[in-house]
Nanobody, 119 residues
Framework: QVQLVESGGGLVQAGGSLRLSCAAS????????MGWYRQAPGKQRELVAA???????KYADSVKGRFTISRDNAKNTVYLQMNSLKPEDTAVYYC?????????????WGQGTQVTVSS
């Protein structure tokens, strides 16, 4: 079993910064992709950023140039540095980790952390 613990959310003014962290623990052989999603009230959950085991990244168009995803493989941790935050970035942010177990890959989700950006 794998547990994900998120931290770093909070309230910030527009233009400010926050850094989210998500640490995976438990029975982990290796981790494939890691990512961050968000869900605003009344909207579907959407991909914010993802990073592969090799370090390749992709971002939603709305956050390109403002957010940076990174990972520390030794700590099984993924980070999301969010700069120049806008009110429309307000949402619950969830980390997602794809854990390799034998020939299968299992998806795990964090509990979510609230990010609120005031105008």
């Amino acid at each position: 079993q794998v547990q994900l613990v998120e931290s770093g959310g909070g309230l910030v003014q527009a233009g400010g910064s926050l850094r989210l962290s998500c640490a995976a623990s438990g029975t982990i052989f290796s981790i494939n992709a890691m990512g961050w999603y968000r869900q605003a009230p009344g909207k579907q959950r959407e991909l914010v950023a993802a990073i592969t085991s090799g370090g390749s990244t992709k971002y939603a168009d709305s956050v390109k140039g403002r957010f940076t995803i990174s990972r520390d493989n030794a700590k099984n941790t993924v980070y999301l540095q969010m700069n120049s935050l806008k009110p429309e970035d307000t949402a619950v942010y969830y980390c997602n980790v794809a854990v390799v177990a034998g020939l299968k890959i299992y998806d795990y989700w964090g509990q979510g952390t609230q990010v609120t950006v005031s105008s």
